[in-house]
């Protein structure tokens, strides 16, 4: 009977609780995970909740005990939590996920204000990643066909030869269109459009991405002989069939799917002989999309994008392609600062 009083005290919130809507964090966690999911948002938020604010955060009964206080504890216990602190960067991640959970907390009525989470300076720990300049892109390509032609001819290299080039149409590809590697992997053939020379993108990659993609001639190309060694195959084996819609578009003439290409990308660069200062300095795949983003801003043989079509490219914000992608200077604005013709060349 005395539970039973309490429990109407609380309805009627005479007991100083007048918000009876109470949630743990573990409940909190839980109705987050599956408005992420449900929004299609990056499994990032769910790892995040699961390897850190859950273990914390598990044993808070109400969410509104959750005060500055406790989230300055949770922020020591997340530094000292790993041999290697966080960067900047990491923690700044990290901390936009947490404010967002708090923010669900207080859209379902579970807590009343939400605690002040810091914000790290990266300036002076924020390292971009590398690009390719124009020589060592150059380098890059002469390099990647030189090893196609060494094993051009040697029937026991198969396999190797098919995979270099697969990843010289790759490296092109990346390099003419700026789509992330994660995304080329979840090309099918329908979504390539011959005629109009696009990508279309269909939930693609770690971002779940669905654009449309613009890609230079020289990627088409590259997609085209992909297309063309898988025929040859096909036709090699008596088989009348061409590629279906639904098939994987990175795959080897008969049919294996390619779901990485680092080994082989790892290979090419020592090839290449670029010196490195240490291992974070070192060209990935990914250093092609910083590439291409660049060349885009700087270059001198047609017009140059303007910083909007290149996040609708890229698929990211501006402020992204400033901060992050664009390796421009400003010796590639001379000719612009100067007021000079600016002189077009349609060599090929």
Same mark, same amino acid.
């Given at each position: 009977? /005395?539970?039973?009083?309490?429990?109407?005290?609380?309805?009627?919130?005479?007991?100083?609780?007048? %918000?009876?809507?109470?949630?743990?964090?573990? %409940?909190?966690?839980? /109705?987050?995970?599956?408005?992420?999911?449900?929004?299609?948002? &990056?499994?990032?938020?769910?790892?995040?909740?699961? !390897?850190?604010?859950?273990?914390?955060?598990?044993?808070?009964?109400?969410?509104?005990?959750?005060?500055?206080?406790?989230?300055?504890?949770?922020?020591?216990?997340?530094?000292?939590?790993?041999?290697?602190?966080?960067?900047?960067?990491?923690?700044?991640?990290?901390?936009?996920?947490?404010?967002?959970?708090?923010?669900?907390?207080?859209?379902?009525?579970?807590?009343?204000?939400?605690?002040?989470?810091?914000?790290?300076?990266?300036?002076?720990?924020?390292?971009?990643?590398?690009?390719?300049?124009?020589?060592?892109? !150059?380098?890059?390509?002469?390099?990647?066909?030189? !090893?196609?032609?060494?094993?051009?001819?040697?029937?026991?290299?198969?396999?190797?030869?098919?995979?270099?080039?697969?990843?010289?149409?790759?490296?092109?590809?990346?390099?003419?269109?700026?789509?992330?590697?994660?995304?080329?992997?979840?090309?099918?053939?329908?979504?390539?459009?011959?005629?109009?020379?696009?990508?279309?993108?269909?939930?693609?990659?770690?971002?779940?991405? &669905?654009?449309?993609?613009?890609?230079?001639?020289?990627?088409?190309?590259?997609?085209?002989?992909?297309?063309?060694?898988?025929?040859?195959?096909?036709?090699?084996?008596?088989?009348?069939?061409?590629?279906?819609?639904?098939?994987?578009?990175?795959?080897?003439?008969?049919?294996?799917?390619?779901?990485?290409?680092?080994?082989?990308?790892?290979?090419?660069?020592?090839?290449?002989?670029?010196?490195?200062?240490?291992?974070?300095?070192?060209?990935?795949?990914?250093?092609?999309?910083?590439?291409?983003?660049?060349?885009?801003?700087?270059?001198?043989?047609?017009?140059?994008? &303007?910083?909007?079509?290149?996040?609708?490219?890229?698929?990211?914000?501006?402020?992204?392609?400033?901060?992050?992608?664009?390796?421009?200077?400003?010796?590639?604005?001379?000719?612009?600062?100067?007021? %000079?013709?600016?002189?077009?060349?349609?060599?090929?």
């Amino acid at each position: 009977m /005395v539970a039973l009083g309490m429990y109407y005290d609380i309805q009627r919130g005479e007991t100083g609780l007048d %918000k009876p809507n109470v949630a743990s964090f573990e %409940k909190l966690a839980e /109705v987050y995970k599956a408005h992420v999911e449900k929004r299609m948002m &990056s499994n990032y938020h769910v790892d995040t909740l699961n !390897r850190y604010f859950v273990p914390y955060f598990g044993e808070v009964t109400d969410v509104r005990e959750i005060n500055q206080s406790m989230v300055t504890r949770y922020i020591e216990w997340r530094l000292a939590k790993s041999t290697k602190p966080p960067t900047p960067q990491t923690l700044n991640r990290e901390n936009t996920v947490l404010r967002q959970v708090f923010r669900h907390a207080a859209m379902q009525g579970w807590l009343d204000e939400t605690p002040e989470i810091p914000n790290y300076s990266e300036k002076n720990t924020r390292k971009r990643r590398r690009h390719f300049t124009s020589e060592e892109y !150059r380098t890059l390509h002469r390099t990647a066909r030189k !090893r196609i032609s060494r094993v051009r001819n040697a029937k026991l290299q198969m396999p190797t030869f098919w995979h270099r080039q697969l990843l010289y149409d790759v490296i092109l590809l990346i390099a003419n269109s700026g789509l992330r590697v994660d995304e080329l992997l979840t090309l099918r053939w329908r979504n390539i459009d011959f005629a109009a020379g696009h990508v279309v993108l269909e939930r693609a990659g770690k971002t779940k991405s &669905s654009r449309r993609v613009i890609v230079r001639p020289s990627g088409m190309i590259a997609i085209k002989r992909i297309r063309d060694r898988r025929h040859d195959w096909l036709d090699g084996q008596g088989d009348e069939e061409r590629v279906k819609a639904t098939d994987a578009v990175l795959t080897l003439p008969n049919g294996t799917v390619v779901k990485s290409f680092k080994k082989g990308f790892n290979a090419l660069l020592e090839e290449c002989e670029f010196i490195y200062e240490n291992v974070e300095d070192k060209h990935s795949m990914t250093s092609l999309r910083h590439t291409y983003a660049t060349f885009a801003l700087t270059r001198t043989d047609g017009k140059r994008a &303007s910083m909007r079509a290149l996040a609708k490219q890229m698929g990211t914000s501006e402020r992204m392609i400033q901060q992050h992608y664009g390796h421009d200077e400003i010796v590639d604005y001379e000719d612009e600062l100067l007021g %000079k013709k600016e002189v077009i060349s349609y060599a090929k």
